[in-house]
C-alpha cells in the first residue's frame, strides 16, 4: 500500500525559504512520477512541478519558475520542493502525489493516483 507523507510546511516571511519532503512506503518513488500540488483557500488544486520516473524532466508552473526546485533523494526515498523566494502568491496546502503512467500532463492533478495529506505553508511578514 502506497502512503506519502509530506512535512516541512510552515510559516515563512516574503523572500523567504521553506523545503517540502513528500517520505513513501510502501513504494519506491524513484519508479513513480512525483509532483506537488498547492490548495489554497476556496481555490482549485493546482501543479506546482514534477519530476517524471521516465526521463527524469522536470516541469514547473510558470508562478514558481526560477524559485522552486524539485528534486529526488532515492537514498532516502524522498522527493522534495525546495521553495525561494516565496511570494504572497505561494501560500496554501502543499501535496505530492504519485502516478506510474506515462502522462501527458505532469501538473494536472487528474493525472496522479495516490496522494499525501498536505503540509500547509503560510507567507507573513
Known amino acids: 500500500q502506497v502512503q506519502l507523507v509530506e512535512s516541512g510546511g510552515g510559516l515563512v516571511q516574503p523572500g523567504g525559504s521553506l523545503r517540502l519532503s513528500c517520505a513513501a512506503s510502501?513504494?519506491?518513488?524513484?519508479?513513480?512520477?512525483v509532483g506537488w500540488f498547492r490548495q489554497a483557500p476556496g481555490k482549485e488544486r493546482v501543479g506546482v512541478s514534477s519530476i517524471s520516473s521516465y526521463d527524469g524532466i522536470q516541469t514547473y508552473a510558470d508562478s514558481v519558475k526560477g524559485r522552486f526546485t524539485i528534486s529526488r533523494d532515492n537514498g532516502r526515498n524522498i522527493v522534495s520542493l525546495q521553495m525561494d523566494r516565496v511570494t504572497p502568491v505561494d501560500p496554501g496546502i502543499y501535496s505530492c502525489?504519485?502516478?506510474?503512467?506515462?502522462?501527458?500532463?505532469?501538473?494536472?492533478?487528474?493525472?496522479?493516483?495516490?496522494w499525501g495529506q498536505g503540509t500547509q505553508v503560510a507567507v507573513s511578514s
Open positions: 510502501g513504494v519506491s518513488l524513484s519508479t513513480l512520477t
Open positions: 502525489a504519485t502516478t506510474s503512467w506515462q502522462i501527458m500532463e505532469p501538473l494536472n492533478p487528474g493525472e496522479y493516483d495516490h
